[in-house]
Every structure is written in structure tokens, then in C-alpha cells.
């Protein structure tokens, strides 16, 4: 899984996951850690075309492929240059989604793919750093048992390519909190993105709302339509990238607000699927995944990050300190939007 790795200018860094596994093996050495395998081409065909499947194979083993082609498919920009190994590393963090939703769908309560929550990708295009998108994977995974899916996202960025994929499916509801695609990648994710069925619901924020806003518009947006929806099982995807010090946003959340999203989340008592998602802060997303991975599993945890770990991290706390004034920045325009979400979304989502 860390050997999905777009060079060392790029912010998607491995390093992200190998501090995350540190640091959750240092504060719960007894959580069990499974090695998933890497997902068949098969697992794949669930939520992609064939044509896009050769394409990331053959970049990835250094064939040719027109340049044109390749365009079609995601791969002549800054976001996602093809690397050796693409197509195999790729697969490694798929087959995690696929492990832990198969888990959860088999009857566990609790599975997690932290490598994964690649949301971007879609049917026939990568996109946002995302070859596969592991997301949908999951969710195609868990409708193998279960009537009605709910895929949340709480990342900083649009969850478009699970959308995308469901399009069409109103089994699967998307939900969505983000900041506003007016501002930031990838341009998608308004209230107007609900579908015939509307089973997609985005709730966008301006940049700078702080954590206390986010939360309340996640409670009156997101959970709101879960509670209509009423899913048998939940897809997390849990960026991190909301975080006020993340350096390609412009979101105001703590480390405690979002966590509080997940104890949400929990708190619905559904299977859940947990995966990873963005985050580009190294001394904030070790601490927020361990933290959010800890929390789902009801274990209590100590807010003093390791000795070592804290020196060599910058990371010493697992909490952000109390946040100075002003808070609750942007709730005017917030509530302008959960007025509109109420009035054309959230009506119909699961009739």
C-alpha cells in the first residue's frame, strides 16, 4: 500500500499511513491487523470499465499508450503522473476496501481500510490523486447483503467519484460535507447534485467556517438524511483534511469537531466500513486517524502522544488546543444552504 507513491513533490505522501500504523500499534498493540492481498481485476470491474483497467496496467508496466489516451484517463497532469507499480499498488489499497467491507458484510460490526478513501476516481477516469476508487468498492461490496448503503464523507473535498458511480442507484445514498467547489477541487458537490432520486446529498461550506459551523451543518444535513434514509450499513470515508492547519484548504475545524463527526457516526449502531481519505498535514492525520479508528472501536485512549514519537513528529498531544475567537464564522451562509438542502433535497431523500 505504500508503495502508492506519486514522487516526492507530491502531497499524497506513504508516510501518512506508516505514522498512522505507528502510532495505533503503540496506543492499542492488541488490534488486530490483517493483510488483505491485493483486489483481482475482477474486484475492480465492480465500479470501473475494462478499457480504464488496461490503460492504469499498461502505464503502469511502462507500456506505451498514446497520449491522447492516456488524457482520456486522468494521466497527463500533475495529480496523478503514472508511476512504475501503479496498477499493483493500486490494487493493494483496493484490496483492503474489499477485505473490510466483505468482513463487515460477512457479519462484523467494525472493519477499516486505512490506506483507502481514494473518492475521486471514477468510472473510466483517475482523478484528485485516486487510480481506483476503493469507495465505491466497498459500497458494491456491501450490497452483496444489504438493502440500502449510506456512503458519508467527511474529507475536505467533494466525495464526486462515489456520486458519480451511484449516479443512477438509489440504493446507495452519498452524503457529503465539504468545502464549496466554487473554491476548491473538484468544482462539484452543490445541493443541486441530487439525482433523480435524490440520493445524493452535498452539504458545501464556505472557506474559513470553522469546526463549530462544520458540525452543525453535519448534524442538520448529513445526519438528517441518514435518519430519512434509514441505511443497514455505512460506508466512512474520514479525510482529515478538514483540519484548519491542512495546507490545501481553507476550513477551520479542530482535530475534536471532526472526531465528534465519527462519535456521530458510531453512535447510529450500524456496520461501518471505515476508510482513509486526504489529509496532508503530517502532524495532524496520525493523530486524527488513530484517534477516529480508536474511537469507532469505544476504546479510551491518552491524549499524550509516545515520547519518541512526539519529538520525532512535532506531534505531541492527539487533541488541538482550545481554538481562539471568533467561532462560528460562516454560519449565516451555512444556514442559507441547509435552508435550501431541507427544502429540495432532504423532503424526498428516501421516498
Not at 94 to 111: H, I, K, M, S, T
Not at 234 to 260: K, N, R, Y
Request: charged letters at 20%.
Amino acid at each position: 500500500m505504500t508503495a502508492y507513491d506519486f514522487g516526492p513533490k507530491h502531497p499524497l505522501r506513504p508516510e501518512r499511513l506508516e505514522r498512522t500504523v505507528t502510532l495505533l500499534s503503540r496506543l492499542a498493540p492488541g488490534i488486530e491487523v490483517v493483510d488483505p492481498g491485493l483486489a483481482t481485476r475482477k474486484d475492480v470491474l465492480r465500479v470501473h470499465t475494462s478499457e480504464f483497467i488496461e490503460v492504469v496496467a499498461m502505464a503502469s508496466s511502462g507500456m506505451r499508450v498514446p497520449h491522447g489516451l492516456l488524457a482520456e484517463c486522468g494521466f497527463v497532469n500533475s495529480d496523478n503522473p503514472p508511476f512504475p507499480g501503479m496498477y499493483e499498488a493500486a490494487l493493494a489499497y483496493c484490496g483492503g476496501a474489499v477485505r473490510a467491507a466483505e468482513v463487515v458484510r460477512d457479519g462484523a460490526g467494525l472493519a477499516f481500510s486505512m490506506a483507502g478513501g481514494l473518492h475521486h476516481a471514477r468510472r473510466g477516469q483517475a482523478s484528485g490523486f485516486c487510480v481506483f476508487n476503493d469507495c465505491a468498492l466497498a459500497c458494491s461490496v456491501l450490497r452483496e447483503r444489504f438493502g440500502r448503503i449510506a456512503y458519508v464523507d467527511i474529507d475536505l473535498h467533494h466525495g464526486d467519484g462515489v456520486q458519480w458511480i451511484f449516479w443512477d442507484d438509489p440504493t446507495v445514498l452519498t452524503a457529503s460535507i465539504h468545502e464549496s467547489g466554487h473554491y476548491l477541487y473538484p468544482g462539484t458537490g452543490f445541493v443541486e447534485e441530487h439525482g433523480d432520486h435524490y440520493s445524493h446529498v452535498n452539504v458545501p461550506l464556505d472557506p474559513h467556517s470553522t469546526g463549530d459551523t462544520w458540525l452543525w451543518a453535519f448534524e442538520r444535513g448529513i445526519l438528517a438524511a441518514l435518519e430519512k434514509f434509514r441505511p443497514e450499513a455505512i460506508v466512512l470515508q474520514m479525510g482529515a483534511d478538514p483540519h484548519f492547519l491542512d495546507p490545501l484548504g481553507h476550513l477551520d475545524v479542530s482535530a475534536q469537531e471532526w472526531l465528534e463527526a465519527v462519535r456521530r457516526i458510531r453512535s447510529l449502531g450500524l456496520p461501518i466500513v471505515a476508510l482513509g481519505g486526504g489529509g496532508y498535514e503530517m502532524t495532524t492525520v496520525p493523530r486524527m486517524w488513530v484517534s477516529a479508528v480508536l474511537t469507532l472501536m469505544g476504546m479510551d485512549y491518552p491524549n499524550e502522544v509516545p515520547d519518541d514519537l512526539a519529538q520525532a513528529w512535532n506531534m505531541p498531544v492527539m487533541a488541538d488546543p482550545e481554538l481562539p475567537e471568533p467561532r462560528w464564522r460562516c454560519r449565516e451562509r451555512t444556514s442559507a444552504v441547509l435552508d435550501q438542502l431541507r427544502e429540495s433535497v432532504l423532503a424526498r431523500v428516501g421516498s
